[in-house]
């Protein structure tokens, strides 16, 4: 009985995305807000990402150029990631992308759209339970149907996503089931994966025996060094409670009253949103942690 890897490491995914042009095409034309006229019709690779320091700093980049069936070119930058401080390096990664075309000596004019694709195995937006696909782009703050579509920002969080809900097409459905689904425990793959071409070719990229021991090696560190980071991580949230909830609480229980306890409470909150902000977490990440909106976040902090 075969055993399969998961898609979402940076091995498999780079076999997948980054060399195989066909079944990212599918992948792209399924997933991605593209007008309704336009289809990918062909894409080549743009230059390769460096080398990351660590496995949580940044994750696996593939830049393609894409023409579509009009003969309109633009720029898809694709990325699987895990960590929720990841909006800024999004939106620099887009702008970067779409400012270096013009090392190329081109017009203004001549500039092509980017998008920019992040996959999450993780949950950044805590206020919409079901809604697991984003989509931001530039829009008039006076006339929400005037946008500038040069840049865009397209986000899906794997966690939340739920084919029975989902209406769809059917190909943007078994992608990201492919990516959800599949894992180190897999051991009999749907049927419905077959069906489709490109998409059995990537589950055959998957399968244990296509890998060298090297490589299963570095498989297996990745997942080990996700582990470790997501541990510290951890930690660092364990700390900033804790810190945050004995000073809060022991004001409160100091004035024997209980609108003094509901006083030393939200101390206690806020004292914890101050200890992570010191620990260098971003204000996402706190929102994720303590169940605080942004702005609720923001305002505790001007404090």
């Not at 084919?163 to 459905?173: G, W």
């Not at 994966?193 to 990745?222: C, G, N, R, T």
């Amino acid at each position: 009985m075969p055993r399969y890897l998961d898609p979402k490491s940076d091995l498999t995914f780079k076999k997948i995305f980054g060399n195989h042009p066909d079944l990212l095409k599918s992948f792209l034309n399924a997933v991605l807000p593209l007008p309704e006229d336009c289809l990918i019709e062909t894409l080549s690779y743009l230059s390769p990402e460096n080398v990351p320091r660590t496995p949580i700093a940044k994750y696996s980049i593939v830049d393609v150029r894409c023409d579509d069936n009009h003969g309109r070119q633009f720029i898809v930058e694709m990325q699987i990631d895990w960590t929720p401080d990841f909006i800024q390096r999004m939106l620099f990664n887009a702008a970067s992308t779409y400012v270096k075309q013009l090392d190329q000596g081109k017009e203004y004019e001549e500039l092509c759209s980017v998008y920019e694709l992040a996959v999450l195995n993780t949950t950044f937006d805590q206020d919409s339970p079901s809604q697991w696909f984003h989509h931001y782009r530039m829009t008039s703050a006076h006339d929400g149907k005037k946008t500038w579509d040069d840049i865009q920002c397209v986000l899906i969080e794997l966690p939340k996503f739920n084919p029975n809900t989902l209406t769809e097409k059917k190909l943007a459905v078994l992608w990201l089931r492919f990516l959800k689904e599949i894992n180190d425990r897999t051991t009999v793959i749907d049927p419905s994966f077959l069906e489709v071409k490109e998409i059995k070719q990537a589950v055959d990229l998957l399968e244990e025996s296509a890998y060298s021991k090297l490589e299963l090696i570095a498989y297996d560190k990745y997942w080990d060094d996700i582990r470790c980071e997501k541990a510290l991580f951890k930690g660092y949230l364990k700390k900033g409670l804790a810190q945050g909830e004995v000073k809060g609480f022991a004001k409160g229980m100091a004035q024997g009253k209980a609108e003094g306890l509901a006083e030393g409470e939200m101390k206690a909150k806020a004292e914890m949103i101050r200890n992570f902000k010191q620990l260098g977490l971003s204000n996402e990440q706190i929102a994720t942690a303590s169940q605080f909106s942004l702005e609720q976040i923001k305002e505790i902090l001007k404090q």
